[in-house]
């Protein structure tokens, strides 16, 4: 992709995300690069987001409560990359059976890693703003998180060929109630399992 078609795509992303979607879903991107690009993109995400810690460390006393894997590169980057490959399945899964179209899989792959690449343009640009005008460094991540939330839901639809917002925004709803589930499900087995061998 040259430069111009870079900041085109881009444009297209944060003002006609349904047709963004669309230019990403008809690359044909091939599955396994994708999932290679998620993970390269999780762990620049999280470099860039640990940078952001050291260069501007949380006031907020409750801070100090943030998991470990917060704090350090590596274990963030795996945890980034282990919540957004539970994100495309739960979201694909989700999708399929509330009447989404067949094969979506690749598609919502396709689009949470190009959003993940905007992800890293703002991380950096908040990185910059932050420390030239704190105030306006907030005041972007406030905007980036509700304009990203739009963009999600635009791509979901357009992934699934809903034709609906509100069933897309149901999908990301009910997606995450099914990740928090069976994240808790998880932490019990393993909870369970420690009793068991102590």
Do not use: C
């Not at 111009?4 to 944060?14: A, G, I, N, P, Y």
């Not at 897309?168 to 099914?178: F, K």
């Amino acid at each position: 992709m040259i430069p111009d078609q870079f900041k085109d795509l881009v444009r297209q992303t944060l003002f006609q995300p349904q047709e963004a979607a669309r230019v990403l879903i008809e690359m044909r991107l091939p599955r396994q690069g994708l999932w290679m690009a998620l993970a390269l993109l999780s762990i620049l995400n999280s470099i860039v987001y640990s940078l952001s810690l050291q260069l501007s460390p949380p006031t907020d006393p409750s801070a100090s409560l943030m998991p470990p894997a917060f704090h350090s590169p590596i274990l963030f980057a795996v945890f980034l990359f282990g919540a957004l490959a539970i994100t495309v399945i739960a979201l694909h899964y989700v999708g399929q059976g509330l009447g989404g179209a067949p094969g979506s899989m690749d598609d919502i792959l396709v689009l949470l890693t190009w959003l993940q690449v905007l992800r890293l343009l703002v991380q950096l640009g908040v990185l910059v703003l932050v420390l030239v005008a704190p105030v306006l460094g907030a005041l972007a991540v406030i905007v980036a998180a509700v304009w990203g939330i739009y963009i999600l839901i635009s791509f979901v639809d357009a992934a699934h060929r809903f034709g609906n917002m509100f069933k897309a925004a149901g999908v990301i709803l009910l997606s995450l109630v099914a990740m928090a589930v069976g994240l808790s499900a998880l932490l019990s087995l393993v909870g369970v399992a420690r009793m068991g061998g102590g």
